[in-house]
């Protein structure tokens, strides 16, 4: 029993570390509907001033002072973000910031990287706190203890701030309306620079208060945004006491299932702490699925587009088809060219595969408004689901091409049937769930799906087993399912979906059943996305859960924003120039993380719409005669 | 038998009743005004016949067909359409295209993944535009439109499936005096043409007395006013929740009959 | 449609840049993939390794009079992304062979990729036994010394220890699950009576040490087998420390040794644990000796263990390539049969029944020296010695 409790006791540490980091998000969430995936960064960043700092100043003040310098300092970081950054892209459609942050995440990483280099930073001890009490018989570390009581500290202090000044009422409302505040007179941009800043300025005390726990590395980024997102979405956006109960109930969970270790229930035995892999999203999808706006979040009102309106689709121009044709038929000629582009084959696979990936997801994002963060699901399950059926149940390639897609349709049935359901960002964050609940299986069943190592040996058939064999059956596949996608766009299904989109009362109003209307959406999503990567698994021979992970959802989503979601182009035009980008960057120096996000973080700047939305753009203004669509 | 039937209909909200049990008919070819101040249950009492809103108690029967418990898009399939206070259109598609939408889902063609929904019902929908005066308006983006213009939109859409019942929150809100007086003539066309009954809810009071056969009066969730405008501009309950206000009956009709 | 495919090829020289550099004949060239911004300590010491055993050899006229380069790509730590990377090394850089990879699952896809294209490929860090065994090949070689190797001899340590309660702590993925594996497996072996009474395997990055140290504590253990490293071995290691986990229990821990995960505990250095692992600073074979002089002339900085990886990786290719006469496909998995190389650990041989080299690694103890950890006690154990059964191998090979 008494190690039960020092458990929940470990819990209790465990849970302001994960609340500060969250506590910002959440801020900065609410009030600006900006998903920041670079707050993990800025954590990251917390931790490394923090250590630089402490290692140069001597004492104990000097560990102290240098805690909250970096605190200041990553704040301070934060407000030249928004102002520098965030601020010039708030006009543009929905989501489009994400972009931003996430280029910033890769300038951050390669930043520190070469500010501080790869190895790990181990910083001192706590002065003060270094050593441990003794708590019902065991050593519990008195840092814990510190941290236990620092967390409901900021708890306080922020609930004082926003409920006991004039700035937090400002900022309060903002989180329910922006508009209205803005109605009000109420200088937004200052209010909104500050709340980042503050946002900022939590992330970077979460990391610093890290410092005596762990190092300082260069992984601590990624690993800690998924977790403070869970946090936020659990606790209900824009709410602090919620993200608070969230990170207790998590951390609490996940020191529990550490105590439990191997359980066995008769024959099965569950090991509790392999769960801790994936937990905190199961908790996320229960509270999401029972609990559509977390558990202190209030409804959201219907998201009022701060940007320009979509232009109706119009059919595709004399020119564009011409282009289209042209554009295959070229690629159709690329086997002929092979003696002076070798590469030119082996990349367009990539490229091809990437436009069909990201033109499913932009199905449901654009034109459905579904913001999908956990499309690697649907790809991943063609992509295993096209290895299992081959390596398992002895299929040809041709067959489990065709079944793949299936599989993945499958998955977005259900996965879909829970989504639809929800709306805006609790939407996203349950696909992410989901996406992050199929990847741990395919992770952890080593018996079927091969497990952290995946599977090999998964090669075309005899006759499709060449570069050019493989190209031309690609090529073949993806525009035709290209085609079908945006041919579905047009059919009335796609109108219907747009429908919803646009107003669900008058969809409801006119007898259309959103929900069925998103759900067969995201199936049909589901299905090519799959394709997708039943094609990319024998492209490759070789399958493992990198398919399934956020990175590769987040792949998916920086194509469709890059290329511009308001466009049918859009997703195919930022899947090449990504999928290109990423290769070509990659081999021109070691900090091509860094180059490529600054790439991306120009384009964003001057393309706010895209750059196919940019194209339309030019091409609707130097077509004067016709009247513009937008 | 008149078109619809509401009887002891109530709403509460966490104890409180925004709805307290009223009972009214509509008539087919009736224009039948549902007024009161703010607050007194009126768009509350409009979306719980269109469903919007889930009834605590009483019924609302359509040609004898009971609809509390059912959902706004089947109790359009029915034969209700609506038109919203603050006007619901679709913003991505044209103008046209909005009423095509409703016509596709009228005939049951939601589901269809492959025709082109640009040709779909085209005629119709070009038809119902020019009965509200918007067909010169046909390809341009529904975004783009004025106010005014977008509540006929709204009104062509609401038509598609030639309801037999049409609700309309607050049709004329926001919209000029002459626009006013355009739409609601339109409107009046539409009942005697088709037979439609129309059930509204105004704020405007010179609209109402023009326009309406009928009217009916809301106060705190309860009706305490049914009859012509006369009837209701003399009844005495009326100018005791209108009090104060109450000038404003008599304003906008002298006006009227000034202009007439 | 009248575009000239000359057109097109202009067109698309911007899109998918040049075509294939100058194929000189003097050159030998070595595709390398790895995960160097994934895994930038050990890779970055690896790629001066590569580049000490380069100068070394070109210095010296390079191999059968040709010069050797190297052309790194970086995977992006996705198998994916790795065997592209192959084959545009292969396409379009026209390279011979092709080499390296750190992580596992993109090791078994590259091993995967080059016996499907019948290309000559040397996995130089994967640690998985699946890349020689289960999923090995012919057209694959492995140089470092596998999560097996190491695994038998930390369990020969640990049997030696004549503990009867052990604590299993490993990062949830194959590595950690096969160590574990393989340990229990060795030391029920060696000690029947042994007994196992906590396992924890916590997320690789995300180890909650708090818990996972009072649960270890709770189980009370005899001893500790511990495969964490990186960040979480820092973490475990610190509220190890200051939980009072490691006064009574004896730890053997993999990897801990070695500079690239020692280094950063610095005065929090557990003493006393049996570790596997590189002590560059006092290891004094002449080999070695040599090596590390070299290396600190040339980058005014000590040799990890990713530099003895990197450059034993390219004197084994060098020596290979001089074996074979050539570069030839068949030829090369013929000379790398029994093939012996000169390393900083010595001389190492390819085996030719599982096509593992026999690379060792030194076996020791921890010792905090107040600001650092060093390894004392250590000897090198030889790869050759900690092999299963011919029999055994050749079961799990199948006939490949």
């Known amino acids: 029993m008494s190690s039960f409790l020092v458990q929940l006791l470990n819990g209790l540490a465990g849970a302001s570390s994960l609340f500060l980091v969250a506590a910002g998000l959440s801020l900065i969430f609410g009030v600006t509907r900006i998903v920041n995936f670079a707050h993990g960064s800025l954590y990251m960043l917390g931790v490394y001033i923090a250590y630089s700092m402490s290692e140069r100043l001597a004492g104990g003040v000097g560990f102290w002072f240098s805690l909250v310098f970096s605190a200041v300092a990553v704040g301070f970081i934060g407000a030249l973000i928004e102002m520098v950054l965030l601020r010039r892209i708030y006009k543009a459609p929905e989501l489009f910031q994400l972009l931003a942050t996430f280029a910033l995440v890769l300038v951050i990483k390669d930043g520190v990287l070469w500010i501080w280099g790869a190895e790990d930073l181990l910083g001192r001890r706590a002065p003060g706190l270094e050593g441990s009490v003794e708590i019902l018989g065991r050593n519990f570390p008195t840092y814990d203890l510190f941290l236990i009581v620092i967390g409901p500290v900021v708890l306080a202090l922020v609930w004082l701030l926003l409920t006991r000044t004039r700035w937090g009422t400002l900022v309060r409302a903002a989180t329910q309306d922006r508009e209205m505040l803005s109605a009000l007179g109420v200088h937004q941009s200052w209010l909104i620079t500050g709340v980042f800043a503050l946002g900022a300025m939590l992330a970077g005390l979460g990391g610093a208060l890290q410092l005596p726990r762990e190092p300082a590395n260069l992984g601590m980024d990624m690993l800690s945004i998924g977790d403070a997102f869970v946090v936020v979405v659990v606790g209900g956006m824009g709410s602090i006491p919620g993200a608070f109960v969230a990170a207790l109930i998590i951390a609490e969970i996940k020191a529990i299932c550490i105590w439990l270790g191997d359980v066995n229930f008769g024959p099965f035995s569950i090991s509790f702490s392999k769960l801790t892999l994936v937990v905190e999203f199961l908790v996320m999808a229960v509270v999401l699925v029972v609990r559509p706006w977390g558990l202190f979040g209030r409804p959201q009102g219907t998201p009022r587009h701060s940007g320009a309106p979509e232009a109706p689709l119009r059919p595709a121009g004399k020119s564009l088809r011409w282009f289209a044709v042209a554009l295959v038929a070229g690629m159709a000629v690329l086997p002929l060219l092979q003696g002076q582009f070798p590469y030119a084959l082996v990349l367009s696979v990539d490229l091809l595969i990437a436009a069909l990936f990201a033109a499913s997801l932009h199905f449901i994002m654009g034109p459905g408004g579904m913001h999908s963060f956990g499309h690697a699901a649907y790809f991943g399950l063609g992509a295993y689901g096209a290895a299992l059926l081959m390596k398992a149940a002895g299929l040809p390639m041709e067959a489990s091409l065709i079944l793949a897609p299936v599989v993945a349709g499958l998955g977005a049935v259900v996965f879909g049937w829970f989504s639809v359901r929800l709306s805006g960002v609790y939407l996203a964050m349950l696909t992410l769930a989901f996406g992050q609940i199929a990847w741990s299986i395919a992770f952890q069943w080593d018996d079927f799906t091969g497990g952290s190592n995946g599977m090999i040996g998964i090669w075309p058939s005899g006759w499709a087993n060449n570069r050019t064999a493989y190209f031309y059956l690609t090529l073949v596949l993806v525009v035709v399912g290209l085609f079908a996608l945006r041919r579905m766009l047009f059919s009335p299904f796609g109108y219907a979906m747009r429908a919803g989109r646009d107003s669900v009362l008058r969809a409801d109003a006119i007898g259309i059943d959103v929900k069925r209307v998103q759900w067969l959406a995201f199936v049909i999503a589901g299905v090519f996305a799959g394709a997708a990567g039943a094609l990319f698994v024998y492209s490759k021979g070789s399958i493992s859960p990198e398919v399934l992970s956020v990175t590769k959802s987040v792949d998916g989503l920086v194509m469709v924003l890059l290329g511009g979601v308001q466009t049918l182009a859009g997703p195919i035009v930022g899947a090449v120039t990504f999928t290109w980008l990423q290769d070509t960057v990659a081999r021109s120096t070691d900090y091509w993380r860094a180059l490529l996000g600054g790439i991306i973080l120009f384009l964003v700047l001057v393309f706010p719409q895209g750059l196919a939305g940019f194209i339309h753009d030019l091409v609707v203004k130097l077509k004067p005669n016709r009247e513009a669509a937008r | 038998m008149s078109l619809l039937q509401i009887r002891g209909l109530q709403k509460s909200f966490g104890g409180v009743k925004a709805v307290d049990g009223i009972d009214f008919d509509v008539a087919a070819g009736e224009l039948l005004a549902l007024i009161g101040p703010n607050g007194a249950g009126k768009s509350t009492t409009f979306n719980m016949v269109n469903g919007q809103l889930r009834a605590s108690g009483g019924s609302v029967k359509l040609d004898g067909r009971e609809l509390v418990g059912l959902k706004p898009r089947e109790i359009w399939k029915m034969g209700v359409g609506r038109t919203f206070q603050i006007a619901e259109t679709f913003a991505s598609l044209t103008v046209v295209e909005n009423v095509q939408m409703a016509l596709i889902s009228s005939h049951g063609k939601l589901y269809s993944l492959w025709s082109r929904a640009a040709s779909a019902y085209r005629n119709e929908a070009l038809e119902l535009l ?51 007086n355009d739409l609601m003539a339109l409107t009046k066309r539409l009942v005697v043409e088709r037979k439609l009954a129309v059930l509204f809810t105004e704020h405007s009071m010179d609209v109402v007395f023009a326009y309406a056969d009928r009217m009916i009066v809301l106060a705190r969730g309860r009706l305490i006013a049914a009859g012509s405008g006369e009837e209701i501009r003399n009844h005495p309950k009326v100018q005791e929740v209108y009090f104060g206000t109450g000038k404003t009956f008599e304003k906008p009709l002298a006006q009227e009959e000034a202009a007439a | 449609m009248k575009l000239k495919p ?85 396409s379009r850089e026209g390279v011979d062979l092709i080499a390296g990879s750190f992580l596992s699952h993109v090791g078994l896809a590259l091993a995967d990729y080059a016996q499907q294209r019948k290309v000559f490929y040397l996995g130089t860090e994967p640690l998985t036994d699946k890349i020689v065994w289960e999923n090995g090949n012919r057209y694959t070689y492995r140089m470092r010394t596998s999560t097996y190797m190491q695994t038998a001899m930390l369990a020969a340590e640990a049997a030696k220890l004549k503990k009867k309660k052990w604590a299993l702590i490993y990062p949830n993925y194959e590595f950690g699950q096969s160590s574990v594996a393989t340990f229990k497996k060795l030391l029920k072996q060696a000690q029947p009576d042994v007994e196992f009474v906590i396992e924890q395997a916590p997320p690789l990055g995300k180890v909650d040490a708090g818990s996972v140290v009072q649960a270890v504590a709770d189980a009370k253990p005899d001893a500790i087998f511990n495969t964490l490293f990186g960040p979480d071995l820092a973490k475990f290691v610190r509220e190890g420390n200051t939980r009072g986990l490691f006064k009574s229990v004896q730890v053997v821990s993999m990897l801990t040794g070695e500079p690239e995960y020692l280094d950063p505990l610095r005065a929090e250095t557990p003493d006393g644990w049996i570790v596997s692992g590189y002590p560059q600073d006092s290891l004094e074979t002449p080999e070695h000796k040599a090596f590390r002089a070299a290396y600190v002339a040339k980058f005014n900085d000590y040799p990890r263990l990713g530099a003895v990886v990197g450059y034993s990786a390219i004197k084994s290719l060098a020596a290979g390539i001089k074996k074979a006469g050539g570069t030839d496909t068949e030829k090369l998995i013929a000379a790398f049969k029994g093939l012996k190389v000169d390393t900083p650990f010595g001389e190492i041989v390819y085996r030719p029944q599982d096509n593992q080299s026999t690379m060792g690694a030194y076996i020791g103890k921890l010792k905090n020296t107040g600001d650092k950890g060093i390894m004392v006690d250590y000897h090198y154990v030889d790869g050759a010695t900690v092999q299963p059964s011919d029999e055994e191998v050749k079961k799990m090979r199948g006939d490949k």
């Open chain 2, 130 to 180: 020019d009965q509200v005066g918007m067909k010169a308006d046909a390809d341009r983006p529904c975004s783009a439109l004025a106010y005014g213009d977008v509540k006929r939109v709204e009104l062509a859409i609401a038509l598609a499936n030639d309801p037999k019942l049409l609700l309309m929150d607050e049709p004329t809100a926001g919209m000029a005096p002459k626009e006013r």
């Open chain 3, 6 to 90: 000359a057109v097109l090829a202009i067109a698309l020289t911007g899109v998918l840049g040049a075509s294939a550099s100058a194929w000189a004949a003097d050159v030998i060239k070595i595709g390398e993939i790895n995960s160097y911004k994934a895994q930038p300590v050990f890779l970055d010491a690896y790629k001066r390794g590569m580049t000490l055993a380069l100068d070394e050899i070109n210095g010296a006229g390079g191999v059968n009079g040709k010069k050797l380069e190297v052309i790194t790509r970086d995977d992006n730590a996705n198998p994916g992304d790795a065997v592209r990377l192959a084959d545009e090394l292969l």
